[in-house]
Structures are given as C-alpha cells and as structure tokens.
Nanobody
Framework: QVQLAESGGGLVQAGGSLRLSCATS????????MGWFRQAPGKEREFVGH????????YYADSVKGRFIISRDDAKNAMYLQMTSLKPDDTAVYFC??????????????????WGQGTQVTVSS
C-alpha cells in the first residue's frame, strides 16, 4: 500500500520560510519522479514543482521560481520543498505526489498516480 505523508506546514508571516517534507512508503518502484502541487480555497490544484528520478533536474511554476527549491533523499524515502520569501498568495494546502514516466505531464495532476493528504500553509500579510 503506497502512502505519502506531508508535514511541515503552518502559519508564517510574509517574507518568512517553511520547509515541507514528504515521506513515502510502500512504493514498488525506486526513485520515481515526484512533484508538489497546491490548492487554495475555491481554486484548482496547481503545479508547484517537479523533481526527476535522479534529482538532477527540477522544474518550477513561474510563480515560485527563485523562491522554492525541491530536493529529495531517496535513502530516507523523502522529498522536500524549501519555501522562502513567502507571500500571502502562497497560502494553500500543499500536496506531494508520485509521478508517472510520462514527462510531458509533469506539470499537471494527470501526470501523478499517488498523492498525500496535504499540509496547510498559511502566509499572513
């Protein structure tokens, strides 16, 4: 049974930082591509970033580029999202996900097969 669990969310002031973690278990494939998405109230789930199987390639939404960094530690079955210079617009529930090998869909929810339950990030102004 595949499980993903996000942690590290919380309330932070604008300009602050948070580090989200995603712990995985039960995966039968090693080092899958992975991603982060977020969903604000009343909005669709949107792409935040993606990390390749090797970890050498990362891709980000324009809205977070230069502020967020994705990394992974496959020895710990974990992925991370370091968020800096946070803005109120970053307020959302953040989800981690395990991707498929269809790299053309890395920035859409359809390119992912397993999802965590999400962790709330709230940025106050």
């Amino acid at each position: 049974q595949v499980q993903l669990a996000e942690s590290g969310g919380g309330l932070v002031q604008a300009g602050g930082s948070l580090r989200l973690s995603c712990a995985t278990s039960g995966l039968t494939v090693s080092n899958p591509p992975m991603g982060w998405f977020r969903q604000a109230p009343g909005k669709e789930r949107e792409f935040v970033g993606h990390i390749s199987r090797s970890g050498r390639s990362t891709y980000y939404a324009d809205s977070v580029k230069g502020r967020f960094i994705i990394s992974r530690d496959d020895a710990k079955n974990a992925m991370y999202l370091q968020m800096t210079s946070l803005k109120p617009d970053d307020t959302a529930v953040y989800f981690c996900a395990v991707g498929t090998n269809d790299y053309t869909k890395y920035d859409t929810p359809g390119g992912y097969v397993y999802w965590g339950q999400g962790t709330q990030v709230t940025v106050s102004s």
